[in-house]
Every structure is written in structure tokens, then in C-alpha cells.
Nanobody
Framework: VQLQASGGGLVQVGGSLSLSCAVSGRTAVSYVTGWFRQAPGKAREFVAAITWGGDGTYYGDSMKGRFTISRDNAKTTVYLQMNNLKPEDTAVYYC?????????????????WGQGTQVTVSS
């Protein structure tokens, strides 16, 4: 599948942003879609993931209660709603996909990646 992330930008502390990941290609095959982020000098970090049917959602510990992942019924777009943003949320955010129904937190287990979108939270 091919992925294209969008929606990043500059926001103040406590603000909100919504990211989108457009999915194209072999969409007839079930896959898990995840969001990861990478700040300068840090490892890529798991943010959230959603199963093909949308019935399973998973979050990194620091995102729980603030971020929500969802997908549209056509399974062509995955969204990441981010609320109560903090300066430590500043990073490049990537969407990724892996075939199947199992969710993994390791970025190396995802084989399709979008280009990344910058999120900057200013204090």
C-alpha cells in the first residue's frame, strides 16, 4: 500500500491538531495502520495503531487520553486527533502499515511508510 500523511503544523501548548493518512494501493488486503513519531536525536516512537476493521485501537503510554486514532468506513483514510498537545509532542509524524491483523509497537515491523509531517508545539 502507499501512504501519504498530512495535517501537521505549528500549535500552542494545549492546542489540537488532526493528522490524516491517505491509503491507496492494495486496500483489499487487511492491514494495520499505525502512527509513529521521531523527534531530533531520538528513536522512532510508537504513537497509535488501528486494526483493519477499526475495532482495535492501541496507544503509546504518553498518548493515552489525549490522542485518538480512527479510520473512515471506506478504509482509505486514517486519522490521528491530537488534543492537549505538549512541547514533547514535537516531532515528525509518520503513518505506516503492515499486512495482517496483529498490532505491533516496533516500527521495524511495518513495511509501508508515508513521508512524514512535522508537528511543532510551542510553549
Amino acid at each position: 500500500v502507499q501512504l501519504q500523511a498530512s495535517g501537521g503544523g505549528l500549535v500552542q501548548v494545549g492546542g489540537s491538531l488532526s493528522l490524516s493518512c491517505a491509503v491507496s494501493g492494495r486496500t483489499a488486503v487487511s492491514y494495520v495502520t499505525g502512527w509513529f513519531r521521531q523527534a531530533p536525536g531520538k528513536a522512532r516512537e510508537f504513537v497509535a495503531a488501528i486494526t483493519w476493521g477499526g475495532d482495535g485501537t492501541y496507544y503509546g503510554d504518553s498518548m493515552k487520553g489525549r490522542f485518538t486514532i480512527s479510520r473512515d468506513n471506506a478504509k482509505t483514510t486514517v486519522y490521528l486527533q491530537m488534543n492537549n498537545l505538549k512541547p514533547e509532542d514535537t516531532a515528525v509524524y509518520y503513518c505506516a502499515a503492515r499486512q495482517g491483523d496483529s498490532v505491533y509497537y516496533g516500527s521495524w515491523l511495518y513495511d509501508s511508510w508515508g513521508q512524514g509531517t512535522q508537528v511543532t508545539v510551542s510553549s
